[in-house]
């Protein structure tokens, strides 16, 4: 049986306005970016929906965060919607366990295009194209903060549409991470005659099914270190075989943990070199990043009471750059020198320590050290004591001047 062509936009969790907690020590115009992202992200959405001539958006849950929703995210999202609609395009919009009955607390009043779905189980409606039923699309409000039940069953196909798309805000029942929302299991989903599941609730993008398809498109702009990497959205297209989609990202900051092995630096002006260039090859891949950087080097190379002055070396004028880099936070991970390998590796060294160590008195050494005036006025010390420490001491420091 033929099918016409369907084109849609999938996004989720937008959290418009969001609080990004323990972030205000930023530059004032760094933070200000952080803030503004969620916004800008969602404007990308709908720039990319109009651009790529969808027949419809949906958004799956936590368009808001309830305790930080603010006018400027309602009127932002309005707009948005609003520009949907002077381009022919339709929205289906559910709210979450973060928004729950956002409708009645905040009356919002958006344009006609747009489809709010109720909070009182499961509903559907029809898109229709060129007067024709193009496709069923079901889904559900949430009426409280959280609904422990499996909400599945309920979407059961009513019209004939040539597609149907379910639309639901929950959780695998398996996920042992994040908390457990409108549970479901896959076997769940199969059971449903349907031709494609958009999730919502959970951050992290995933397709979960292939038979039918379900995917988590994840949020639209990562909110703190463990939302890291690309951030967006996906479009979906059905054609009666196989369907096809791809990822887009919308973010306007990445967050990102960046590891780097730092090998063959002789001064600490020549690690920040090396930083600043590998800051550079950051600048490269994003517009703007938040980085969590891990360094790889050698336990003698670089001392912890450091850090922060490296850190605020590396960041230094960033709030001047357009597309900022900023290192939130540097974490030392220090290899062990393994002295057995440093040793064996240099015969020099190696006849050195032999020496050291087979070296019974040490009084010719220190002749020159126990007649010197100031020493034998201030110092009573019995350095016969002393050989076996004074070995060690030299032993040590022969070593570390290797390592450098």
């Known amino acids: 049986m033929f099918k016409p062509n369907l084109r849609f936009l999938h996004s989720a969790d937008l959290h418009l306005d969001s609080p990004f907690k323990g972030l205000s020590h930023l530059p004032e115009p760094i933070y200000k970016d952080v803030l503004n992202s969620t916004i800008v992200a969602f404007k990308r959405l709908i720039d990319l929906a109009i651009k790529e001539n969808v027949d419809f958006v949906l958004i799956v849950g936590d368009l808001f965060d309830q305790e930080s929703s603010s006018i400027k995210s309602s009127l932002e999202l309005k707009k948005g919607l609003e520009k949907l609609n002077s381009n022919g395009i339709n929205a ?9 009955m956002m409708q009645e607390k905040a009356k919002l009043i958006f344009p006609q295009n747009t489809y709010i779905f109720p909070s009182d189980g499961v509903n559907s409606t029809t898109y229709h194209k060129h007067g024709q039923p193009l496709a069923e699309i079901s889904g559900f409000s ?18 004939d549409a040539s597609y149907h798309i379910a639309t639901l805000h929950g959780s695998l029942k398996t996920d042992q991470i994040h908390d457990h929302y409108a549970p479901f299991l896959i076997e769940d989903l199969k059971k449903i005659e349907t031709d494609y599941w958009a999730l919502g609730h959970i951050h992290q993008r995933e397709i979960i099914s292939h038979e039918p398809l379900a995917i ?10 463990k939302e890291r990497g690309e ?12 369907p096809t989609y791809q990822f887009y990202p919308l973010q306007n900051i990445v967050f990102s943990e960046e590891e780097v092995a730092v090998e063959d630096i002789q001064k600490p002006s020549e690690l920040v070199e090396f930083l600043l260039k590998f800051k550079d090859s950051l600048r490269k891949r994003h517009s703007k990043m938040m980085v969590r ?34 290192f939130s936070e540097l974490k030392l991970r220090q290899e062990q020198i393994s002295w057995d390998e440093i040793i064996e590796s240099n ?14 008195d040490l009084s010719s050494f220190l002749l020159d050290l126990k007649r010197h005036p100031l020493y034998r006025k201030n110092v009573d010390l019995n350095l016969d004591e002393l050989q076996s420490e004074i070995k060690t001491e030299a032993e040590k420091l022969i070593l570390s001047k290797i390592n450098k």
């Open 92 to 100: 289906y919009i559910s709210y979450g366990n973060h928004d729950y």
């Open 347 to 360: 015969p020099f060294i190696k006849e050195v320590l032999k020496t050291i160590e087979e070296t019974d």
């Open 216 to 225: 988590y498109p994840g949020n639209i702009q990562g909110r703190h270190m």
């Open 231 to 242: 951030k967006g959205c996906y479009i979906v297209e059905l054609n009666g075989s196989k």
């Open 142 to 159: 949430y009426r409280k903060q959280a609904i422990k039940e499996n909400m599945v069953a309920s979407y059961q196909r009513v019209t």
């Open 293 to 326: 950087l891990i360094l790889n080097i050698r336990e003698n190379d670089f001392s912890e009471d450091r850090v922060e002055d490296l850190l605020d070396t590396l960041n230094e004028s960033e709030e001047d750059e357009e597309n900022w880099i900023w």
